[in-house]
Nanobody, 124 residues
Framework: QVQLVESGGGLVQPGGSLRLSCVAS????????MGWFRQAPGKEREFVAS????????IYGDSVRGRFTISRDNAKNMVYLQMDSLKPEDTAVYYC?????????????????WGPGTQVTVSS
């Protein structure tokens, strides 16, 4: 079992930046990919970004590509999401995810382990 806990959410003005963090604990991550999804009120869950164990395979969702950057620190069991040029439509609960090996698999299905989520609100 893997436990995930997100942090770093909050209220930010349009055009601003936030950095989300997610720490994993429990069993070994076993070279899992890690990533982020988000869900806004009344909308379906949306894939945001995923990164593989070695960091050389990264996928971004179309709506965040060029503005968000995912990274990870395997020694600390951490994954990060740097969010720049934030827009009101980025407002959502952001969830950390793992449990699959390939970012492409996470994009299609999501992994089996989820964090409780952290709220990001972009508003003036």
């Amino acid at each position: 079992q893997v436990q995930l806990v997100e942090s770093g959410g909050g209220l930010v003005q349009p055009g601003g930046s936030l950095r989300l963090s997610c720490v994993a604990s429990g069993r070994s991550l076993s070279e899992y990919a890690m990533g982020w999804f988000r869900q806004a009120p009344g909308k379906e869950r949306e894939f945001v970004a995923s990164i593989n164990w070695t960091g050389d395979s990264i996928i971004y969702g179309d709506s965040v590509r060029g503005r968000f950057t995912i990274s990870r620190d395997n020694a600390k069991n951490m994954v990060y999401l740097q969010m720049d040029s934030l827009k009101p439509e980025d407002t959502a609960v952001y969830y950390c995810n793992t449990g699959v090996f390939a970012p492409a698999t996470m994009l299609r299905n999501g992994g089996r382990y989820w964090g409780p989520g952290t709220q990001v609100t972009v508003s003036s």
